[in-house]
């Protein structure tokens, strides 16, 4: 099995899996994407800008396009935004979601876009998904193509290994590094773990927050990749 069939086994294995656990009605997961939210604005404030209307963002494994879809509540036109997915029922229901948006079924080893082409490019939990180093090299190597020379990569993913699933693999700051190979980094250790936090969010989002600033049991890096002009 190729490495592309084994990501796309593991998606469709998931699929549907532990909905409860990723729905807004959910304490827990309503306080991760909030507490997230609040710092992707102020990454995006300081190193983008507020006004967003005429900057070009890419999301690189955008799935259904809710990452965009955010994008649009801070202000960026449906027109200037584009996602790229290996799922193609996932980017047939993003299009139907948002048709104005624009959305492309392929690998992202080769992204069909021009150089220097984008303000923004994200990836949300992508990468850890990815066993293959090459594929890595290869994906982290077309998101600094198409990038703009003053642009900005945003990377949230996971830092640890997660023991109920075995189709992810977390990245530490070096194997990052490595991957963006003379660039410059800010990074910021986020997001409370997930077992922790649904133990106690329904009780207290307060001590949930007490505990996210020490840092110590937060899962995720969220980092801002710059190229070195």
Known sequence: MSELERIIEAYKRRKGIDRIS???FSPANLFMIQSRERKILEVIKRYVGEKLDEKKILDVGCGEGGELRNFLKYGAKPENLYGIDLLE????????????VNFTSGNAERLPYPECFFDLVTQFTVFTSIFDENMKRNIAREMLRVLKDDGIILWYDFIY???????????????ITSLFPGCKFDFQKITLAPII???IAPYSWFACYLLEKIRIFNTHYLVVIRKNR
């Open 22 to 24: 990723y729905s807004y």
């Open 161 to 175: 290994n997660n023991p109920k699933n075995p189709d992810v693999k977390g990245i530490k700051k070096r194997e």
């Open 197 to 199: 936090t649904r133990a």
């Open 89 to 100: 029922d996932r980017i047939e229901r993003a299009r139907r979601i948002n048709p104005n």
